[in-house]
């Protein structure tokens, strides 16, 4: 009898079964991990930097020719509308050209010598050499880019990586990794894992491995952490609450798109979606009406439909966790201004909240789910204080045409990064991105990643004639 066992996935839209694949157990952990290390424990194994170059930019070709399938199953398998799961596929192919680029950026520096008696007569100098073996543990919410962030830097980095996807989702991550294969990258540099927590645990918890990059709840990540092996370092991104301050002489004809886009985008399951509004209690009525008004437009339902703006929640269970933390929230003073029900086991309406109590869990919690809470204030440093008072510091914003303004809460706001006049999920993937406090450690963006899977060697040279 066949003790194999396998993960059914489904459309998170309609449930409809999309594909059944067999799970990894212990056995393939423990086969992966030898791969791996013995490619990195062999310098002759070692794919070159011009090499590496190469493959990628087969990647990149191939990805663009097949952009339309990629679109289509991560859509499908994902959630996201159609129309955001293509952007996100060229940014994925965007993203492969950056790595690309800057495998060349991957350098030391010269160290000074001479400044004192016993260091005359030596040249010292760093170069980068890769970390090791990553592990790479990926979120649900974008099923392409961040495998792409994930592996392809740390292929670019020179480290062999073994990838388990969400559970949800893989099998976006299984057809790309089909790619890396056709243009040339060696399977056994980047092996991709479908398997359960407890294999997963396996994995990251090995001394073999050199570093985590972990994208997913603050519960696991901080877990996994406490788990890990002495010396492996790790990056975790976790979710926020993204606070946003809107000042009385903010544009109200920019903003109001912008937060709507950011809040609502992928049915605001993204870790710095736009959730709770703190605005001046001059505007911040109209701002919500506003919002109310154009997010009750928005086209929710089937994200293979091309003119759906709002698609499903990942599961019928995180719906049911929206209903109860709208419901929570309204019956305790909250006034919901539109949506607030379910339209199906799977979709919910696109939500603006009034001024919820600050101890109601959508207030609390990163909500993950379609809802925007707007809450007037008198005091701007009030309005601060309360938006730093959470345990979450991601991605923050100001709307306002007063530069003193905007530096001044840029620099009162907990967060790694602050946008002036444009909503809290803007990202390049070329820029730093990372959650401090309880949202994350470390630092993502194609570049900073690649140099965090590097590490330092220093070579100091040591002649008469120096």
């Not at 791996?36 to 070692?46: C, N, P, V």
């Not at 993203?95 to 260091?119: D, F, H, N, W, Y």
């Not at 790479?136 to 994930?150: D, E, G, M």
Request: charged letters at 25%.
């Amino acid at each position: 009898m066949s003790t194999t066992q396998t993960l059914k996935v489904y459309s998170p839209f309609d449930q409809s079964f999309l594909d059944e694949i067999t799970l990894s157990g212990k056995k393939d952990v423990e086969k992966a991990l030898r791969k791996a290390t013995a490619l990195f424990g062999d310098r002759a194994k070692w794919i070159p930097p011009h090499e590496r170059i190469e493959i990628l930019e087969k990647v990149g070709a191939i990805m663009r020719d097949e952009m339309e399938e990629l679109t289509q199953t991560a859509t499908a398998e994902g959630g996201k509308p159609y129309q955001d799961s293509k952007v996100e596929v060229i940014r994925a192919i965007n993203g492969v050209k950056i790595a690309a680029e800057e495998i060349g950026r991957l350098t030391g520096e010269q160290i000074p010598m001479g400044l004192t008696k016993a260091s005359v007569n030596r040249i010292a100098f760093t170069t980068r050499e890769p970390i090791g073996v990553v592990a790479a543990i990926s979120a649900f919410n974008h099923p392409l880019n961040l495998i792409v962030h994930q592996t392809v830097t740390a292929f670019a980095a020179g480290c062999p990586v073994i990838v388990k996807p969400a559970s949800t989702t893989p099998l976006t991550c299984l057809a790309f990794a089909e790619i890396l294969y056709k243009a040339g990258v060696p399977r056994d540099w980047v092996q991709v894992l479908v398997m359960d927590n407890e294999s997963s645990e396996l994995l990251v918890t090995d001394k073999r491995i050199n570093y985590l990059s972990f994208i997913g709840s603050a519960k696991v990540g901080w877990y996994l952490k406490s788990k890990l092996a002495p010396g492996t370092r790790c990056a975790l991104e976790h979710g926020g609450a993204a606070p946003v301050i809107v000042e009385p002489d903010a544009d109200f004809k920019e903003m109001v798109p912008s937060l709507v886009k950011g809040g609502f985008y992928h049915a605001g399951q993204v870790c710095v979606s736009v959730q709770k509004i703190f605005a001046h209690e001059s505007i911040a009525r109209q701002l919500a009406n506003e919002m109310a008004e154009m997010a009750s437009q928005l086209l929710t339902g089937d994200p293979l439909d091309k003119n759906t703006e709002v698609g499903p929640l990942i599961s019928p269970k995180e719906v049911d966790r929206v209903e109860e933390w709208v419901r929570e929230a309204k019956n305790n003073g909250g006034e919901v201004l539109c949506g607030g029900k379910r339209i199906s086991a799977t979709c919910y309406e696109p939500t603006v909240l009034w001024n919820p109590p600050q101890d109601a869990k959508v207030s609390k919690e990163e909500i993950f789910g379609p809802v925007v809470c707007i809450y007037p204030y008198q005091d701007r440093n009030k309005a601060i204080a309360e938006a730093n008072s959470l345990d979450y510091h991601f991605q923050a914003a100001v709307f306002t045409k007063d530069l003193d303004i905007a530096f001044d809460t840029v620099q009162k706001l907990n967060a790694t990064a602050v946008m002036v006049n444009d909503h809290t999920a803007f990202r390049v993937d070329w820029m730093p991105f990372g959650g401090r406090d309880a949202s994350g450690e470390g630092l993502g963006g194609i570049p900073y990643s690649m140099k965090e899977m590097t590490r330092e060697k220093l070579m100091v040279v040591k002649s008469k004639y120096l």
